[in-house]
């Protein structure tokens, strides 16, 4: 079983920065890929960033130029760097990852969520 551990959310001011931090702890064989997904009141979860094994990215439209996502793979550890933060940006976020935990399994874990508030 996997467990992901997310840290990095916080309160901050319009055009302000945060950085998020999601380590996936337990029996993995490989990671197919890790993302951050985000939900905020009132509205369906919806995909922020996702990174897959060979390095290639995906974004949500609205944060292209502002969020940036990586992964140290050696730490399992994907990393999302948040710049030029928005109200709307406001909500929690989760992290992602689907693994194999053997050769034959390919599973989904999800971490617990860390909420990002941006405000004045």
């Known amino acids: 079983q996997v467990h992901l551990v997310e840290s990095g959310g916080g309160l901050v001011q319009p055009g302000g920065s945060l950085r998020l931090s999601c380590a996936a702890i337990?029996?993995?064989?490989?990671?197919?890929?890790m993302g951050w997904y985000r939900q905020a009141p009132g509205k369906q979860r919806e995909m922020v960033a996702t990174v897959i094994s060979g390095g290639s990215t995906n974004y949500v439209d609205s944060v292209k130029g502002r969020f940036t996502i990586s992964r140290d793979n050696a730490k399992n550890t994907v990393y999302l760097q948040m710049n030029s933060l928005k109200p709307e940006d406001t909500a929690v976020y989760y992290c992602n990852t689907r693994y194999k935990s053997d050769v034959f399994r390919t599973l989904d874990a999800w971490g617990q969520g860390t909420l990002v508030t941006v405000s004045s």
């Open positions: 337990g029996s993995i064989f490989s990671i197919n890929s």
